[in-house]
């Protein structure tokens, strides 16, 4: 008796089938394996985390019993790591019950440390964070979340997830009401500094700051301001926020900021409100997706110096997806990115991007499923190992829901 194709592999037919038709060879991909399975779902979250310890050994992931829905107050999830030397052994680290399904818990080692690791929760009415040293199991808490750690593992620079939980929903976490939820643009929250050998921490940007500096086109009498996707530069000397005020009908308007590790030096890079998905090139230039730049109307990746209105160039039109997730290689030669899911079949497509060359190297076709959308859509994400060997990406398994996939990329960016 033959059985019937699944899914998965009834797509891949059509589309070899279409490819035939056309005379053209089926595109090949580097090696891929999952390195998690059921029973859970896991993945890992946001791109500009460390997921791969130091030795490359471990990957971190949060591991969840249900998908599909937004996480309650009640909802727990557990964390914990994949050992690649030992069959992907699942090594349980922890829980937690301060997530959400972009960007998890902030799980993620602390740079300069060979064994230890942060991540957040929340015990009682209070957002903490843990560190644990996986190898000793020595752990205690902090009284304050993290979002970004500095590299020298000391700080951090951190938000106030109860109002990003209010402004936009699948980033913040639940369980704790908006203090200032009636302020458009509260003195008393905002962007965090937090000290992770003391746990002290401190508001270095507030809120109102923010909605009274510089320009801030269609601030409406109801916009609400709020902070998040924070990003520590290399040099460990300042950081990227995004400012954020609601519109009507749950839109928003973004501005991309810089300052110093006290807050002092606010500097608009992306004043026009369209601003997204960004990373450091190096302590002075940064690579965001932005819109309406250097005659480009439309959505592109583009370099910024660490200025005011800090254009330098567009990188990659046309070639190096518009919407993805950046991350820099191999000396800052290659750019790792990712698509949305594209075209009927959502097929979501990790890619390298080399810049001298303008080329482009698909790693992979990951079907995404119409159900994984909104909130609770499973974004690649990638995420290279630390020498560059490995990239690991969040997808959704056939059968097994969402699971952390690897895939080998080695020789491609020599």
Request: aromatic content about 10%.
């Amino acid at each position: 008796m033959t059985s019937l194709p699944t899914r998965r592999q009834f797509l891949s037919s059509l589309a070899l089938g279409s490819l035939a038709a056309r005379g053209q060879e089926a595109p090949k991909f580097p090696p891929v394996r999952v390195i998690t399975k059921g029973p859970g779902f896991h993945w890992f979250g946001y791109y500009d985390k460390l997921q791969f310890s130091p030795d490359n050994r471990f990957v971190l992931s949060n591991k969840v019993s249900f998908e599909h829905r937004s996480p309650t107050a009640d909802d727990e999830i557990e964390v914990g790591m994949v050992d690649l030397h030992e069959n992907d052994k699942w090594i349980p680290l922890g829980k937690t019950r301060a997530w959400c399904w972009q960007q998890g818990c902030m799980l993620q080692w602390i740079p300069g440390t060979e064994s230890k690791v942060i991540w957040n929760d929340r015990e009682k009415d209070q957002f903490v964070s843990h560190i644990l040293d996986v190898k000793t199991g020595e752990k205690h808490t902090l009284p304050s979340p993290v979002y970004a750690l500095a590299p020298n593992g000391k700080e951090a620079v951190s938000c106030d997830f109860a109002r990003v939980a209010d402004c936009r929903p699948g980033y913040g976490y639940a369980g704790i009401k908006d203090r200032f939820f009636d302020e458009m643009a509260p003195a008393g929250s905002g962007v965090t500094h937090v000290n992770l050998e003391t746990g002290a921490s401190k508001v270095i940007v507030s809120h109102e700051i923010l909605s009274k500096t510089g320009e801030i086109m269609q601030n409406l009498p109801d916009s609400k301001h709020h902070a998040y996707h924070l990003l520590v530069s290399p040099d460990g000397k300042r950081f990227i926020m995004l400012h954020r005020w609601t519109q009507p009908k749950n839109g928003h308007l973004t501005r991309l900021i810089t300052a110093n590790m006290d807050g002092s030096d606010l500097r608009i890079v992306i004043p026009n409100g369209y601003a997204s998905h960004f990373i450091w090139r190096d302590s002075t230039h940064i690579l965001s997706q932005a819109k309406d730049w250097l005659g480009n109307k439309e959505w592109g990746d583009f370099l910024f110096e660490d200025k005011d209105s800090g254009i330098v160039s567009e990188i990659g039109h046309g070639v190096l997806d518009s919407g993805g997730h950046l991350t820099y290689l191999h000396n800052n030669e290659w750019i790792l990115n990712d698509t949305y899911p594209k075209g009927v079949r959502r097929i979501q497509t990790p890619h390298l991007y080399q810049i001298a060359t303008n080329k482009r190297i698909d790693l992979g076709e990951f079907h995404s499923p119409r159900e994984y959308s909104g909130e609770w859509r499973v974004d690649n994400h990638p995420r290279s190992s630390r020498d560059e060997r490995w990239v690991c990406i969040d997808a959704p398994q056939e059968g097994q829901g969402r699971q952390l996939h690897l895939i080998d990329i080695q020789g491609l960016i020599t």
